[in-house]
């Protein structure tokens, strides 16, 4: 969201809970409650893009070599690439929401 932010425009992210549940996680993970709606929350795609410590992430792959790149630009300056075939980026994908769903882990 934070690099579709970053090409497109947008301000805010909107998710609506599905039930308290996952209010409480979004919550937990710096989202605010909408006025008068308590599953619908709301984070600045500022916020988020702070949250992960990149002013932006760019992807991309190439069909020739089949490894996708995956550049993360920090606030000061600094560049973090990240390059693996479709399986190793896919290992990184599901540790991370591995990470994301284990309880008590930000």
């Known amino acids: 969201?934070?690099?579709?932010?970053?090409?497109?425009?947008?301000?805010?992210?909107?998710?609506d809970a599905i039930d308290d549940v996952a209010a409480k996680f979004y919550r937990y993970?710096?989202?605010q409650s909408v006025?008068?709606?308590p599953n619908r929350l709301v984070m600045k795609v500022s916020t988020a893009r702070q949250a992960l410590g990149a002013t932006s992430v760019r992807v991309t792959s190439d069909r020739?070599?089949?490894?996708t790149s995956i550049v993360l630009?920090?606030?000061d300056g600094r560049s973090v690439p990240i390059v693996?075939?479709?399986?190793?980026?896919?290992?990184i994908a599901n540790r991370l929401e591995a990470a994301?769903?284990?309880p008590g882990t930000r």
């Open 35 to 37: 006025k008068g709606n």
């Open 84 to 91: 693996g075939s479709r399986a190793e980026i896919s290992a």
């Open 64 to 67: 020739s070599t089949q490894l």
């Open 100 to 102: 994301a769903d284990s």
């Open 73 to 75: 630009e920090l606030p």
């Open 1 to 15: 969201i934070v690099n579709a932010a970053n090409v497109g425009g947008g301000r805010l992210i909107v998710v």
């Open 29 to 31: 993970h710096d989202f």
